[in-house]
């Protein structure tokens, strides 16, 4: 990223030199001229680019979205606040972590699915460590190792593979997704130990 910067400010500032060459004592308005040949010039770059989203299920995704908004503001907002005042941030971090190891399934097969045998290998790293040295993973551990996550999900996978994302489609209570995420996230919820809990 900062090679990306340093090459347009590099020709940025070769530009303005050859503008301002161009340019001879006789002109009237030369710095207004120079400045408008920029403006024109990088405009159109800065440009928000317009993609039309498949939206097929208009009519539901509305209504599921303010379903979604209802249930947000009225039931799991104030839920959350409740939450958040009952138990101290320490343990809600030690939650967190420990409903994220559960994770490891999904995370470790799909890195091999997409052949990120480095990624799945850490992640089999994170979920031993966590597990044992973090208390079931209420602790992190791994983290402060420099173990960093890589949460691939199955609509991930079909992505590398080349899936398109399909339309767009507005889930109950988790909102916005597309069709391809969806299929990936009922291929994720067998291989989730959270899914057979209650079992």
């Given at each position: 990223?900062?090679?990306?910067i340093l ?64 249930v947000y ?104 997704s597309n ?21």
């Amino acid at each position: 990223m900062r090679y990306l910067i340093l090459v347009f400010v590099t020709l940025f500032f070769l530009g303005c030199s050859g503008k301002i060459d161009a340019i001879t004592p006789n002109e009237q308005n030369s710095s207004v001229a120079v400045s408008d040949s920029f403006e024109d010039e990088f405009e159109s770059e800065f440009e928000e680019e317009k993609h039309e989203v498949s939206d097929p299920l208009v009519g539901y995704n509305r209504a599921m979205t303010a379903f979604n908004d209802r249930v947000y503001r009225y039931a799991l907002n104030p839920a959350a606040k409740g939450y958040a005042f009952m138990v101290p941030q320490p343990a809600r971090v030690g939650v967190s972590n420990f409903f994220s190891n559960l994770k490891f399934p999904i995370h470790f097969t799909n890195n091999l699915l997409q052949l990120k045998f480095d990624n799945s290998m850490h992640e089999l790293a994170r979920f031993m460590i966590n597990s044992t040295v973090g208390v079931l993973g209420f602790i992190d551990v791994a983290e402060y190792a420099g173990i960093e996550p890589h949460e691939e999900d199955f609509g991930q996978t079909l992505g590398h593979y080349g899936v398109g994302s399909g339309f767009h489609l507005v889930l109950p209570f988790l909102g916005s997704s597309n069709l391809r995420d969806t299929i990936g996230l009922g291929v994720d919820m067998y291989a989730s130990p959270v899914d057979y809990m209650h079992q």
